[in-house]
């Protein structure tokens, strides 16, 4: 085992945007450094998709010690506060072993609170939520979106497209309090150490990025994507759980109750995909600005 450059953190912090190569890049420095993966991903998180989620393998798996993948039923929604509970329990027990920690993902609110903390946000009157939900149903996203912008500028920034849950939540949070979420969350505590960590983002070429996405949708449709959604929708699940918020799930559901041509759903799922990766990329590069940037398919691992 080699413990050159590596053994100088013992929890490292691998981001970046979907189809940037994350979880290939955290494999190898797990077989580097002897360290165990854990999960930063919220739809990774979801049992039943793993092909349609870029979840590890089982070959891939068998490597090196996972953990959070795959661990809960789709019909069971997550918040951050469950995973950050989830996910420092997790590294506490790879710490008694004596073992590294490789967190990987793209969820950027799963690495803040890891690094930042998260807030003791006071409750929020039941009446407010359904007046916010009624509000982002009555004006759609878009102009919800604008709606919430005065609010809490920095929060219908980071927020993913499609996330309503976390637009209405920041909304309501901001009506209900007189402050923002992203006021809140500022006056928190960070779960890791400072200096007990490292950070590092794969950042690669908007141009490669895109054509890696389109590249790897195909190859989802090719190793089983399809059955995947087809096994999920016969459960006849709430579509606003966040596991059926999967990017390319909705596309491929329109597919196979005859609405589009399979051509027509991967074309549609490409420029969800796109949008998905571009919000990710901003969302990095403006809140980890200090993290370490590795170039997307890079061989080498610190």
């Known amino acids: 085992m080699d413990r050159s450059q590596g053994d100088d953190y013992r929890i490292w912090l ?12 955290a494999l190898r420095l797990a077989e580097k450094i002897g360290g165990e993966i854990v ?5 990774q998180i979801y049992a039943g998709l793993r092909v349609l989620t870029a979840g590890p393998s089982p070959e891939e ?14 019909a069971v929604g997550w918040s951050v506060g ?7 329990a997790a590294l506490s027990e790879i710490a008694a072993r004596g073992n590294p920690a490789i967190v990987v993902g793209g969820t950027g609110l799963y690495f803040r609170a890891l690094t930042h903390g998260l807030a003791d946000v006071p409750p929020v009157p039941e009446t407010q939520r359904e007046i916010s939900g009624l509000l982002y149903a009555a004006r759609g996203e878009t102009e919800f979106r604008e709606i919430l912008k005065p609010l809490d500028p920095e929060a219908e920034a980071r927020i993913e497209v499609g996330d309503r849950q976390r637009l209405v939540r920041a909304h309501a949070v901001a009506i209900a309090t007189g402050k923002s979420l992203t006021a809140w969350q500022t006056d928190t505590k960070p779960a890791l150490q ?8 794969l950042d690669p070429p908007r141009a490669d990025l895109y054509a890696r996405c389109d590249a790897r949708l195909a190859a989802m449709v090719e190793q089983g994507a399809l059955d995947e959604v087809r096994a ?7 579509p606003s759980l966040p596991a059926l918020k999967a990017v390319g799930y909705r596309e491929f559901v329109a597919h196979l109750r005859g609405e589009t041509t399979l051509e027509q759903a991967l074309e549609a799922a490409r420029q969800e995909t796109r949008r998905y990766a571009k919000r990710q990329l ?5 809140q980890t600005p200090d993290w370490d940037r590795v170039p997307a398919g890079a061989v080498s691992v610190p």
Not at 61 to 74: C, E, I, S, T, Y
Not at 232 to 238: Q, S
């Open 282 to 286: 901003t969302w990095f590069r403006n």
């Open 14 to 25: 691998i981001a970046g945007p979907t189809a940037s190569g994350k979880s290939a890049y």
């Open 39 to 43: 999960n930063a991903d919220s739809m």
């Open 194 to 201: 400072p200096g007990s960590w490292k950070g590092v983002v």
């Open 232 to 238: 999920m929708e016969t459960r006849g699940l709430d």
């Open 61 to 74: 798996m068998a490597h090196a010690p996972h953990h959070l993948f795959g661990v809960m039923d789709a």
């Open 82 to 88: 469950r995973w950050l509970e989830a996910s420092t």
